[in-house]
């Protein structure tokens, strides 16, 4: 994303907007500017203000003829008044951050928008997650924080090594190098996101090894993990993840219950 500084009249709405706090009046020409490598692209500032087209010069001066007399030209908050964005012809690597930050851009690899996955949600239906094993949900970054792929990337290696099974119907998943090591492609390890999900299923019995691993590895990125872990329930409603999350300290919560209603695809 781009400001158009021919454009812009540095009335300074749009800092507000930017999820990743990219924008900021420079104070070198009272220009709205964005950090291009804190930007994720996420086109929240683009397409979430309301634009006008005043003339940019006329309101310059009008800023500065009220300035003289200590008042303000203030466009209505979520307005630009003159469109100064300017989307950016994106390329690859960079697109990546558009595709895991934009809702409204449904991955290539998946279909799906957002994060790219229904993850479990759909686990009635897809039957990703099956009696006995265990499906995790890892989560990077959030509005404000982003994540990179080379953090990502210090996780998916670790777990690999542990031997998990990536979800192969996952965005993340379908950027390695090798599912088998948990290798992202080396050209998007410097993008930034504002969020991606890393899935993978393994049998119960590795449950705590595999939270002592991601507990472990989450101290050592910069960004904020949020894990989620579901497994099927027996025909009594039971199921025995409760009790080993209990066992390593965890609160156990049902975030959320699939009720069966949904056909089996496999
Ligand atoms: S809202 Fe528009 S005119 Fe105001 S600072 Fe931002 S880009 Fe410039
Ligand atoms: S595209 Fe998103 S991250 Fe980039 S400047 Fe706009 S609001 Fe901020």
């Not at 749009?14 to 490598?37: E, F, N």
């Not at 009008?62 to 003159?82: G, M, N, Q």
């Not at 924080?145 to 998916?156: C, E, L, N, P, S």
């Not at 066992?247 to 009720?259: A, E, H, M």
Request: aromatic share 8%; with cysteine.
């Amino acid at each position: 994303m781009k400001i158009d500084k021919a454009k812009c009249v540095g009335c300074g709405n749009c800092t507000y907007v930017c999820p990743m706090g990219a924008i900021y009046l420079d104070p070198a020409d009272h220009r709205a500017t964005i950090d291009a490598d804190a930007c994720v692209e996420c086109y929240t500032c683009y397409r979430g203000m309301s634009t006008e087209h005043l003339y940019p010069p006329l309101i310059r001066g009008i800023r500065k003829l009220l300035s003289f007399f200590r008042l303000r030209f203030e466009p209505e908050p979520d307005v630009c008044p003159t469109a100064a964005f300017v989307p950016d012809d994106l390329q690859w690597p960079r697109i990546v951050r558009r595709a895991f930050s934009d809702p409204q851009v449904p991955h290539e690899s998946t279909g799906i928008h957002g994060r790219g996955t229904e993850e479990v949600k759909t686990n009635d239906v897809t039957n990703r997650v099956k009696q006995g094993e265990a499906g995790f949900v890892v989560e990077f970054g959030r509005p404000g924080v982003g994540a990179r792929f080379y953090d990502i990337q210090k996780m998916t290696m670790a777990l690999a090594r542990l031997g998990v099974v990536f979800e192969p119907n996952n965005p993340v998943t379908h950027l390695m190098n090798n599912p088998k090591t948990g290798e992202i492609r080396k050209d998007i390890l410097n993008e930034k996101v504002l969020s991606a999900i890393v899935e993978f299923k393994a049998n119960l019995t590795e449950v705590p090894v595999l939270l002592n691993e991601i507990e472990e590895v989450s101290k050592q990125v910069d960004t904020v993990v949020s894990l989620g872990v579901s497994t099927r329930c027996d025909e009594n409603g039971d199921n025995p993840l409760e009790e080993l999350l209990q066992k390593q300290g965890y609160r156990f919560w049902r975030g959320k219950t699939n009720l069966g209603m949904g056909r089996a695809l496999t």
